[in-house]
């Protein structure tokens, strides 16, 4: 397991390491970049001091960490403004969506994967198999117009438009918020409860279950109480991976829904070519996203005995 | 005299496929039609589209009439137009980097596999350390530096894609690799390229092939959610993703015009997916008899 953290810590580093140094990929460097063809040395020696690339690019690096790690991200070059304002809110706002999306999709997908395995090969099953391998399939932007047209313009039942802000109460938050949250979990609910159900179906074959069976337990009961805790790992993993791509996933479903999230930030600032700006977003984003993915491997190892003490 | 065995095999290789096709559940057959349709429509685009790509030709969002089919667009274009030359550039685009992005990662994970050593290692820890970082953040960090021109476009989604398609090659290719055949070819003192090309690759394809129409989905819903945040394909050439984005103002006036653009998306994506899961489904079951 220590070999595992250490791996992600390590990936994590490097992930940094390219982040940090995309911005050698241009001909030039960024000064000169953005200043374009018409800039005279002096302007550009002025900037580039700005922005340190006067430093060499170990002292760099080390500058932009540190700062990131302590929560000083250095300047937007689009407004001047301090980049850790714009981003405070709104990953609060974000990790709020995920979250929503999150409390919706987990139960409901086990639900569907148990039902699932429980009535499965019948009519329900396929169904749900045919529906699941076609949402997989649909585009978010795709999900969040149909949710739109009838929720918010058809039956006027929700905004279409998602603009949340602080002062907001927590209820006119979550309804404000409902269209974006109910997009992400069609998105994920397909793939965890096939997981779910794949994971219960697998243990279904067992001699336990057999033994359950022959006692004449219901089986129900069965799914509950026999192969449920024990497909428990598997299914925790699952919700882990796809809390990992609720985070990321968020950024189409934010523009859609002009939801102020960190995704929208990006966006916008890769259309302005903000580079330090889309640096602070992908960094956080790539953190959130490697720690939820180590954290699905460790509770995989440690909820199974057998990979926590390996022979 | 040579020519008829030549010409039955032929015939019967005809025989086959149609016996295949008759064969595939109704799912499959969905698929391959959907697929068919969109060729056509792809190939044709210029005999098929009423009006050009780009000609601007009446007022913003005219309502679906006789002239205009399906109505026009935010400037004024037919929509019916755009969307078949949309689905052509899109699709294209699509395939080409689906191409690019597979032969990278399968040459190179069919090398890791068959080299081993370092070079396996070193191939593996790059997809690693790729593959951590999430797609879409990884295009949009890199399209911010670059900007957003075709071919940093198209050979950012090509790397990303080939860090997936080098997993299943190299693992698939490992499997084969260590067999006796393949041990004997390398005694016998054939070159890497004879190894891969006429050892190995010819045992790995069908689960490649599979692998290409998934990668085709992921890259082909990739493309069009950049094309939709405005960062991908860029105006005035069409494309499906930045026509939803375009005219999505009429959805909140009850016009589902803006929707066939991602809904046409959302249908080749799903008969490929169809296709894809026959194919899985016939190779798996293929190997259960052997």
Excluded at chain 1, 183 to 188: A, E, K, R
Excluded at chain 2, 9 to 19: G, V
Excluded at chain 2, 170 to 192: I, P, Q, S
Aim: with cysteine.
């Amino acid at each position: 397991m220590a070999q595992r953290i250490a791996l992600g810590l390590l990936s994590l580093f490097v992930i940094s390491l390219i982040i940090a140094f995309v911005v050698e990929l241009l001909p030039g460097d960024l000064a000169e970049a953005i200043l374009g063809q018409g800039a005279t040395p002096e302007t550009v020696r002025v900037f580039r001091a700005e922005l340190g690339l006067d430093k060499p690019a170990h002292l760099r690096y080390l500058d932009w960490l540190s700062g990131m790690v302590s929560g000083d991200m250095g300047v937007s070059l689009a407004n001047k403004r301090e980049i850790s304002e714009l981003v405070g809110i709104r990953l609060s706002n974000t990790l709020f969506l995920g979250g929503f999306a999150a409390a919706i999709a987990v139960p409901l997908s086990l639900l569907l994967g148990i039902l699932a395995a429980l009535y499965r090969n019948s009519f329900y099953d396929r169904a749900v198999n045919v529906f699941t391998l076609t949402s997989i399939s649909f585009p978010e932007f795709f999900v969040a117009y149909i949710l739109i047209l009838f929720f918010a313009v058809k039956f006027g039942w929700f905004p279409g438009i998602s603009n949340i802000s602080t002062d907001l109460s927590i209820g006119d938050k979550l309804f404000r918020s409902l269209l974006p949250a109910a997009t992400l979990t069609l998105v994920v609910v397909a793939h965890m409860m096939r997981m779910t159900r794949a994971a219960i179906i697998n243990l279904l074959a067992s001699p336990y279950i057999e033994m359950a069976r022959l006692k004449g337990i219901r089986p129900t009961k069965i799914i509950i109480r026999h192969a449920l805790p024990n497909a428990l790992a598997p299914i925790v993993n699952v919700i882990a991976i796809n809390l990992a791509y609720l985070v990321v996933g968020v950024v189409v479903v934010e523009v859609v829904f002009v939801y102020p999230g960190l995704g929208q930030l990006m966006v916008d600032s890769v259309s302005k070519r903000d580079v330090p700006v889309v640096q602070a977003c992908s960094m956080i984003f790539a953190t959130v996203y490697i720690l939820l993915n180590l954290s699905a491997d460790i509770i995989s190892i440690v909820t199974n005995p057998r990979l926590l003490h390996p022979r | 005299m040579l020519q008829t065995p030549d010409c039955c095999t032929h015939a019967n290789s005809m025989l086959n496929f149609f016996k295949i096709f008759l064969d595939a559940p109704l799912s499959a057959k969905f698929g391959l039609l959907v697929i068919f349709i969109y060729a056509v429509f792809s190939i044709f685009a210029p005999l098929l589209a009423p009006y050009g790509e780009t000609e601007i030709l009446g007022a913003a969002y005219e309502l679906w009439s006789d002239k205009f089919l399906l109505g026009t667009d935010n400037i004024g274009r037919d929509m019916l137009s755009r969307l078949i030359y949309g689905g052509r550039n899109i699709i294209g685009l699509a395939l080409l980097i689906t191409f690019l992005g597979f032969s990278i990662g399968s040459i190179t994970g069919m090398i890791a596999a068959a080299l081993g050593g370092w070079v396996d290692q070193l191939f593996s820890r790059i997809t690693d350390v790729l593959m951590a970082i999430p797609a879409l953040i990884f295009a949009l960090l890199i399209l911010s530096v670059l900007g957003t021109s075709m071919p940093y476009l198209i050979g950012t989604i090509a790397i990303i894609d080939s860090t997936r398609v080098f997993r299943i090659a190299r693992a698939t290719a490992m499997n084969v690799a260590v067999m006796d055949y393949v041990e004997v070819a390398r005694l016998r003192g054939e070159k890497l390229g004879w190894v891969m090309l006429k050892e190995i690759l010819p045992n790995i394809t069908a689960p490649l092939l599979a692998e290409f129409g998934l990668r085709f989905c992921f890259v082909f819903l990739f493309i069009s959610a950049l094309s939709f945040l405005g960062l991908g394909i860029q105006p005035p050439t069409a494309d499906w993703g930045s026509m939803v984005r375009d005219n999505s103002t009429l959805i909140t006036y009850d016009d589902i015009t803006p929707l066939l653009p991602a809904g046409a998306i959302a249908l080749l994506t799903v008969a490929v997916n169809f296709v894809v899961d026959w194919m899985l489904h016939k190779s798996s079951g293929l190997k259960d008899v052997s």
